[in-house]
């Protein structure tokens, strides 16, 4: 018997998990290897730690580390020393921001929008700063650059987070005031495109769900119940996108955002430490990403998958460096070494073998009083007691057609 514990490291969190651990306790026990396997989780707490203490969990399901840093340092701890098992890695999204990871797929040819990164506006909080930036810094003309790279444009903050410091820049005036705000943020400047739909995808392994994603919407309406909103080849090509780029980083569970115009498809944001599957915003989607997180994490731990703290991106760059590759062909070429990272097509037989009942009891448990309890929570917790009932009949609504459609 192979008993695993699943650490959860979180924040101010509530609804996915307390769905993650109803739905971790229908998966049962599950025989592979010659042993039987069950699964548990617990909540974990912040406290000191001794760099050789022993680590409980085998894997942890991060939600907390991208700003709390202790905790953070007791993941790199938990990783190097006692090899545990982490979505998502620190090692990565510390060092592979949102500019690092535009530089990167820019390298393997995907369609990034023109992106230029501009200086601070407000000096950085450092007594060498003066003497450098009087000799070293140079001039530069904002509107220039940002006539070259074309109005409309975004101004973002280099490292992202939340939606923080975005702002949609229409012309100078909106230009000089966005810059203006943005303070001691290091800010990019980035394109925008003529596009169609705005698709965000959320990636959980080697799952993932394409969504027709409203920004300009308010949270509870941003994700639309749209299944055919792009082409077979515009859906194959962001979903392409998502598994490559986090198979790349090693990330494991993320989310990307992509303009689509036509078939041609633009990924704009993919990095996301901390992805969003709370069930006012997911709704409809919400209990296939807990039962995507659920599978994988009983995959990568029944089956002894191995962390990695090295990336193979010389792989990518293989096939990225050689000319007599056109786009689709790299693509293709990059998703073989992403399914490969991510084991797809053992993983998919795996779940098929050994977890062949968990669709139905998720479908059972999402129609119970004890699902209906954790939405109520969440929405007293999240909207003013005036607009609660509103909102509780708007999210039934959506789960129950997620009901209906998966019967």
């Not at 090899?83 to 060092?95: A, I, K, R």
């Not at 993320?254 to 996301?272: K, Q």
């Not at 002894?304 to 070429?333: C, H, M, N």
Request: hydrophobic share 40%; aromatic share 14%.
């Amino acid at each position: 018997m192979s008993d695993h514990l699943i650490g959860l490291l979180l924040g101010a969190e509530e609804d996915w998990p307390q769905a993650f651990e109803a739905i971790l306790g229908r998966v049962g026990p599950v025989t592979f290897g010659g042993a039987t396997h069950t699964f548990s989780s617990e909540r974990l707490t912040i406290e000191p730690f001794d760099l050789t203490d022993p680590v409980r969990s085998e894997l942890v399901i991060d939600r907390l580390a991208y700003w709390y840093y202790h905790p953070r340092e007791w993941l790199k701890k938990a990783a190097l020393v006692n090899g545990t098992y982490l979505l998502n890695s620190p090692f990565t999204f510390q060092s592979m921001e949102k500019h690092s990871a535009y530089c990167a797929m820019l390298r393997l040819g995907l369609k990034v929008p023109k992106t230029v990164l501009v200086p601070y506006k407000n000096p950085v909080d450092n007594v060498r700063w003066a003497y450098t930036s009087a000799k070293y810094n140079q001039s530069f003309d904002l509107d220039a650059i940002a006539e070259e790279v074309g109005y409309p444009l975004y101004m973002k903050p280099f490292d992202g987070g939340g939606w923080r410091g975005v702002s949609r820049v229409n012309d100078r005036d909106d230009l000089h005031r966005a810059y203006d705000e943005s303070g001691e943020m290091l800010m990019h400047l980035q394109a925008t495109v003529d596009y169609e739909k705005f698709a965000r995808a959320l990636s959980i392994g080697p799952e993932t769900m394409v969504m027709d994603f409203r920004p300009e919407q308010p949270m509870h309406q941003r994700y639309a119940v749209s299944h055919d909103f792009l082409s077979e080849s515009a859906g194959h090509e962001a979903m392409a996108i998502s598994r490559i780029v986090n198979a790349f980083f090693g990330w494991e569970f993320n989310s990307c955002e992509m303009l689509v115009a036509g078939d041609e498809v633009y990924p704009i944001d993919y990095a996301n430490a901390c992805p969003d599957v709370a069930v006012t915003s997911l709704h409809y989607y919400f209990p296939w990403a807990i039962t995507a997180l659920v599978r994988w994490s009983a995959y990568c731990l029944a089956t002894g998958r191995t962390a990695q703290v090295d990336l193979g991106t010389s792989r990518y760059f293989a096939i990225a460096d050689d000319p007599s590759l056109d786009y689709a062909t790299k693509l293709e070429g990059y998703l073989a070494l992403a399914d490969e990272h991510f084991e797809t097509a053992a993983y998919t037989d795996w779940c098929a073998t050994h977890l062949p009942h968990l669709d139905e009891q998720v479908h059972d448990w999402v129609t119970s009083a004890d699902f209906d309890r954790i939405l109520r929570q969440t929405v007293q917790a999240t909207y003013p007691a005036h607009e609660q009932d509103q909102f509780l009949g708007h999210f039934r609504g959506l789960i129950d057609l997620w009901v209906t459609d998966n019967a």
